[in-house]
């Protein structure tokens, strides 16, 4: 290291002074043969007033140039990354990180840890997102001090309400006697995290090397165990670019994997009787599933009881071959079922409870009143109020702080231990039942997409059947958000397997779908697989330089674009509070529509460097274009087709 | 003129008339499709049921199995849903009647058979 260093000195030496002669020098000549001609009077800038020109506005003191920095902190902040295994960090190149990012490159050699150069902190945060949760492992993000995490904000909190794990970075200077004048104090604050830390589960500002890894490895424990959730360690700038004093006696702790709750075995027993006793029994999934293997236990417990499931979908929880699937039916089972068992499902109230958007607001409750309500979810475990990820409150009749899958092996076991042979033969008895009603759902489903089968725009059932036309026997993964698609995959895709889709944003902050899609397309292209992203038009136009992000990192995604032409919901809005109020009935247009002029997003992507076609508005020529995208994406390539399509 | 003359000149005059009528009532029909069609893009009906009455997650479709127009009009006026009420001064009854006009008049949707990328579900 010492000998790359000093040849390092010596090669910047030279450059500079071969710069400082070269700067005086006319094109066509040496700067020997400048120096040689230039009058006394006009000697070269020195090497000082070049850097004080170029490098910016302060004086340079003589003592400023004397010294190198060896081993910097930035360089143990490094090792502490990759003992902490993390394969990835999202970067917007920012001076407060400025140590740490050429670390990344010289020191640790751009390898586990890896930059992907973003352009915005939006795009960073929601990278990581949904690098998470295709991958299961946390990503890093890395961003500038005040303006960078403001930026990454909505991010985090997407992430946040989505209980995903993010290693987010911060700089910041807490020394105030170091900061240059004017930018860097405008880029540093008291207590960086404060912005944030409503919506992560930890955060620290560590004021030492030591502090810094233990810091970073209890953010890692923190975020990794459920309730998951973003966590933010600020790397002080100082910190950074100071050297390690005695990097020997520096211990960077294991990473530790923390066991999840578990319900607890009596509450667990009680939960299997009342489902057990139940005539109607029904379960609701939300993020109940972490991997395959809670898809697989979800199915056990399912088929246990032959109870239906209904899939909220923030995550791939249940798959939609199964019989028991039967989410387009929630409304029906939420009126019948007389026990609901609800997994890791985020908004309690809201599952038993509906509140009209008319006039008033007047709410009604859904279910019955004897109806009884087991909840098992981590979320009982969060204790943050100010932001209403919480949702209103509803008692639920049996309630277990436990993460649901750690919790279902025991509960399955509950019940075949507990199950009566009478309450064996009922369950028995619920299968063909609950076979003939899914059966009719998907031939409902399949008969509903056919309305506007033709149409131009292009129906959005119409667009997914053409994508699941050319994916379904490929290696595949959906990465983006379907109720912008009325829930068409769901409802006609074979999604049967864990990483086959990654829910939605959590937070539904808007901005989430093309940075999330290259996340989890980042992760897919590790495992070999095809990243399918339908993206909506004006969740695009937030950070479309993802786009050159996909380009440059040679990320291989299918993006096909869900292009109605507005955002769209707020249109919605927009059209009923005019017609409710008797206003002009044509004026939700106005601010809603992403029109006069139309965005060309073909040409957007290609400008990025980004294979691209379209727009299409010809149901008949989708699918060609997609065979010749998909084509582009298995060569290792971004590829977008450009769709202009039904509103929903 | 004779009985036959008379009868044909009255025949004629009639068919005459008749065709008449029946190519101003297929006009107006054509109009009245084309108004609808415009009315139900912009006042925002597609926002939620598609262009083309489809329906989706927003809305429920209207085509096929369009109600009768009086079921239609009652409807609109004072749904028994979140959509809003839409009195006559958003839409007179003529442009109810025209947005009626414009889904009645539109070709049914190919069956589910028929279409290779609808495939019947495997169920588990």
Same mark, same amino acid.
């Given at each position: 290291?010492?000998?790359?260093?000093?040849?390092?000195?010596?090669?910047?030496?030279?450059?500079?002074?071969?710069?400082?002669?070269?700067?005086?020098?006319?094109?066509?000549?040496?700067?020997?043969?400048?120096?040689?001609?230039?009058?006394?009077?006009?000697?070269?800038?020195?090497?000082?007033?070049?850097?004080?020109?170029?490098?910016?506005?302060?004086?340079?003191?003589?003592?400023?140039?004397?010294?190198?920095?060896?081993?910097?902190?930035?360089?143990?902040?490094?090792?502490?990354?990759?003992?902490?295994?993390?394969?990835?960090?999202?970067?917007?190149?920012?001076?407060?990180?400025?140590?740490?990012?050429?670390?990344?490159?010289?020191?640790?050699?751009?390898?586990?840890?890896?930059?992907?150069?973003?352009?915005?902190?939006?795009?960073?945060?929601?990278?990581?997102?949904?690098?998470?949760?295709?991958?299961?492992?946390?990503?890093?993000?890395?961003?500038?001090?005040?303006?960078?995490?403001?930026?990454?904000?909505?991010?985090?909190?997407?992430?946040?309400?989505?209980?995903?794990?993010?290693?987010?970075?911060?700089?910041?200077?807490?020394?105030?006697?170091?900061?240059?004048?004017?930018?860097?104090?405008?880029?540093?604050?008291?207590?960086?995290?404060?912005?944030?830390?409503?919506?992560?589960?930890?955060?620290?500002?560590?004021?030492? *090397?030591?502090?810094?890894?233990?810091?970073?490895?209890?953010?890692?424990?923190?975020?990794?165990?459920?309730?998951?959730?973003?966590?933010?360690?600020?790397?002080?700038?100082?910190?950074?670019?100071?050297?390690?004093?005695?990097?020997?006696?520096?211990?960077?702790?294991?990473?530790?994997?923390?066991?999840?709750?578990?319900?607890?075995?009596?509450?667990?027993?009680?939960?299997?009787?009342?489902?057990?006793?139940?005539?109607?029994?029904?379960?609701?999934?939300?993020?109940?599933?972490?991997?395959?293997?809670?898809?697989?236990?979800?199915?056990?417990?399912?088929?246990?009881?032959?109870?239906?499931?209904?899939?909220?979908?923030?995550?791939?929880?249940?798959?939609?071959?199964?019989?028991?699937?039967?989410?387009?039916?929630?409304?029906?089972?939420?009126?019948?079922?007389?026990?609901? *068992?609800?997994?890791?499902?985020?908004?309690?109230?809201?599952?038993?409870?509906?509140?009209?958007?008319?006039?008033?607001?007047?709410?009604?409750?859904?279910?019955?009143?004897?109806?009884?309500?087991?909840?098992?979810?981590?979320?009982?475990?969060?204790?943050?109020?100010?932001?209403?990820?919480?949702?209103?409150?509803?008692?639920?009749?049996?309630?277990?702080?436990?993460?649901?899958?750690?919790?279902?092996?025991?509960?399955?076991?509950?019940?075949?231990?507990?199950?009566?042979?009478?309450?064996?033969?009922?369950?028995?008895?619920?299968?063909?039942?609950?076979?003939?009603?899914?059966?009719?759902?998907?031939?409902?489903?399949?008969?509903?997409?056919?309305?506007?089968?033709?149409?131009?725009?292009?129906?959005?059932?119409?667009?997914?059947?053409?994508?699941?036309?050319?994916?379904?026997?490929?290696?595949?993964?959906?990465?983006?958000?379907?109720?912008?698609?009325?829930?068409?995959?769901?409802?006609?895709?074979?999604?049967?397997?864990?990483?086959?889709?990654?829910?939605?944003?959590?937070?539904?902050?808007?901005?989430?779908?093309?940075?999330?899609?290259?996340?989890?397309?980042?992760?897919?292209?590790?495992?070999?697989?095809?990243?399918?992203?339908?993206?909506?038009?004006?969740?695009?136009?937030?950070?479309?330089?993802?786009?050159?992000?996909?380009?440059?990192?040679?990320?291989?995604?299918?993006?096909?674009?869900?292009?109605?032409?507005?955002?769209?919901?707020?249109?919605?809005?927009?059209?009923?509070?005019?017609?409710?109020?008797?206003?002009?009935?044509?004026?939700?247009?106005?601010?809603?529509?992403?029109?006069?002029?139309?965005?060309?997003?073909?040409?957007?992507?290609?400008?990025?460097?980004?294979?691209?076609?379209?727009?299409?508005?010809?149901?008949?020529?989708?699918?060609?274009?997609?065979?010749?995208?998909?084509?582009?994406?298995?060569?290792?390539?971004?590829?977008?087709?450009?769709?202009?399509?039904?509103?929903? | 003129?004779?009985?036959?003359?008379?009868?044909?000149?009255?025949?004629?005059?009639?068919?005459?008339?008749?065709?008449?009528?029946?190519?101003?009532?297929?006009?107006?029909?054509?109009?009245?499709?084309?108004?609808?069609?415009?009315?139900?893009?912009?006042?925002?009906?597609?926002?939620?049921?598609?262009?083309?009455?489809?329906?989706?997650?927003?809305?429920?479709?209207?085509?096929?199995?369009?109600?009768?127009?009086?079921?239609?009009?009652?409807?609109?006026?004072?749904?028994?849903?979140?959509?809003?009420?839409?009195?006559?001064?958003?839409?007179?009854?003529?442009?109810?009647?025209?947005?009626?006009?414009?889904?009645?008049?539109?070709?049914?949707?190919?069956?589910?058979?028929?279409?290779?990328?609808?495939?019947?579900?495997?169920?588990?």
């Amino acid at each position: 290291m010492e000998t790359k260093n000093s040849g390092r000195r010596g090669f910047l030496k030279g450059a500079l002074a071969a710069g400082a002669a070269t700067m005086a020098a006319t094109p066509g000549e040496s700067a020997a043969q400048a120096a040689a001609k230039a009058p006394a009077t006009a000697a070269p800038p020195s090497s000082r007033t070049i850097a004080a020109e170029t490098m910016g506005v302060h004086s340079v003191h003589d003592d400023e140039l004397t010294g190198h920095v060896h081993n910097p902190g930035s360089d143990f902040m490094v090792d502490v990354l990759k003992a902490a295994s993390i394969k990835y960090v999202a970067v917007m190149t920012a001076s407060s990180n400025r140590g740490f990012q050429e670390s990344i490159v010289n020191y640790g050699g751009n390898k586990a840890p890896e930059m992907i150069v973003c352009c915005h902190e939006e795009a960073a945060a929601g990278i990581a997102h949904g690098y998470a949760k295709m991958s299961g492992k946390p990503m890093a993000c890395m961003v500038h001090g005040n303006v960078g995490l403001q930026h990454a904000s909505m991010a985090i909190y997407n992430a946040w309400c989505d209980r995903v794990p993010m290693m987010v970075i911060a700089g910041n200077t807490a020394d105030a006697t170091k900061r240059r004048p004017g930018v860097e104090w405008f880029h540093t604050s008291v207590d960086q995290a404060a912005m944030v830390r409503d919506f992560v589960k930890f955060d620290d500002a560590p004021v030492s *090397l030591q502090h810094y890894a233990e810091s970073f490895m209890r953010a890692m424990s923190a975020a990794t165990t459920p309730p998951m959730e973003p966590v933010l360690i600020v790397a002080d700038g100082e910190l950074q670019e100071v050297p390690a004093e005695n990097r020997a006696a520096l211990r960077i702790p294991k990473p530790v994997s923390v066991s999840p709750p578990e319900g607890d075995a009596r509450a667990v027993a009680e939960a299997a009787k009342i489902l057990l006793a139940a005539k109607n029994p029904l379960i609701v999934v939300d993020r109940a599933a972490r991997s395959q293997e809670g898809v697989d236990l979800l199915v056990k417990l399912a088929e246990s009881l032959n109870a239906p499931v209904i899939d909220l979908r923030a995550r791939m929880n249940f798959p939609t071959t199964h019989y028991l699937n039967q989410s387009s039916l929630q409304r029906k089972y939420i009126a019948a079922a007389d026990v609901i *068992l609800a997994l890791e499902v985020g908004d309690l109230w809201g599952l038993v409870n509906s509140v009209s958007d008319t006039p008033g607001r007047p709410s009604k409750g859904l279910i019955k009143a004897e109806t009884r309500v087991i909840s098992i979810s981590v979320n009982y475990l969060l204790a943050k109020s100010n932001y209403g990820d919480i949702q209103r409150y509803q008692a639920a009749d049996l309630a277990l702080a436990a993460d649901a899958q750690a919790t279902l092996p025991s509960l399955i076991e509950a019940l075949k231990r507990e199950a009566s042979a009478p309450q064996s033969a009922a369950i028995a008895a619920r299968k063909q039942p609950m076979q003939a009603a899914f059966a009719a759902m998907r031939e409902a489903a399949r008969n509903d997409a056919t309305r506007g089968w033709d149409a131009s725009p292009v129906s959005t059932a119409r667009l997914c059947q053409e994508v699941w036309a050319q994916i379904k026997n490929e290696k595949w993964a959906l990465v983006s958000q379907p109720q912008f698609q009325s829930y068409w995959p769901h409802r006609l895709w074979d999604i049967t397997e864990y990483r086959q889709f990654i829910g939605h944003s959590g937070g539904f902050g808007i901005g989430y779908g093309l940075p999330a899609a290259a996340g989890a397309a980042l992760a897919c292209k590790d495992e070999g697989r095809l990243a399918v992203n339908i993206q909506s038009d004006g969740d695009l136009l937030m950070v479309p330089s993802v786009l050159w992000t996909l380009a440059h990192h040679k990320i291989p995604l299918l993006n096909i674009m869900h292009n109605n032409r507005a955002w769209h919901q707020e249109t919605m809005h927009l059209q009923r509070m005019g017609t409710r109020r008797e206003r002009d009935p044509e004026s939700w247009r106005h601010g809603t529509l992403i029109e006069a002029p139309y965005v060309d997003y073909a040409m957007m992507a290609k400008s990025m460097g980004v294979w691209a076609e379209g727009p299409i508005s010809d149901p008949a020529l989708l699918g060609p274009a997609i065979q010749r995208a998909l084509a582009v994406v298995k060569s290792g390539l971004p590829a977008l087709i450009d769709v202009v399509t039904q509103p929903r | 003129m004779n009985i036959l003359n008379k009868i044909s000149c009255s025949l004629l005059l009639t068919l005459i008339g008749a065709a008449g009528v029946a190519g101003e009532a297929y006009a107006q029909s054509a109009v009245e499709i084309s108004r609808g069609h415009e009315l139900f893009i912009n006042r925002g009906c597609y926002l939620c049921h598609g262009t083309v009455g489809q329906g989706g997650i927003a809305g429920p479709h209207l085509v096929p199995d369009t109600l009768p127009a009086e079921a239609f009009l009652a409807f609109v006026r004072r749904p028994p849903s979140e959509m809003p009420p839409f009195s006559e001064k958003i839409m007179s009854d003529a442009e109810l009647h025209a947005v009626h006009a414009y889904l009645s008049s539109l070709p049914k949707s190919p069956t589910a058979d028929s279409i290779k990328l609808l495939p019947k579900p495997v169920g588990k």
